[in-house]
């Protein structure tokens, strides 16, 4: 079973940056691809980013594409979601999770981490 603590959230001001991290126990992390989703609210959970288990692809929603990064190393376990250029309506509960084909998640959810962006 693989657990996942997403970490980095916070409250910014409209066109600043936040470094999200997803840090997943076992040993099979890098076995996977993992996705970042966020849920704002009264809103449905909707995929951001997913990166291919070895980092070598990587697939954006349109949303972020040219603000958000997602990268991942291996070697700590750790998943992470570089955020520029942020927008108020990037505010949402932040999670990761590993995902399958169509970058559709799988197993369990962590608690999330919240972020916020003032205007």
């Known amino acids: 079973q693989v657990q996942l603590v997403e970490s980095g959230g916070g409250l910014v001001q409209a066109g600043g940056s936040l470094r999200l991290s997803c840090a997943a126990s076992?040993?099979?992390?890098?076995?996977?691809?993992m996705g970042w989703f966020r849920q704002a609210p009264g809103k449905e959970r909707e995929f951001v980013a997913g990166?291919?288990?070895?980092?070598?692809?990587?697939y954006y929603a349109d949303s972020v594409k040219g603000r958000f990064t997602i990268s991942r190393d291996n070697a700590k376990n750790t998943l992470y979601l570089q955020m520029n250029s942020l927008k108020p309506e990037d505010t949402a509960v932040y999670y990761c999770?590993?995902?399958?084909?169509?970058?559709?998640?799988?197993?369990?959810w962590g608690q999330g981490t919240q972020v916020t962006v003032s205007s």
């Open positions: 076992g040993r099979t992390f890098s076995s996977y691809a």
């Open positions: 990166v291919s288990w070895s980092g070598g692809m990587s």
């Open positions: 999770n590993r995902v399958g084909s169509s970058w559709s998640p799988f197993g369990s």
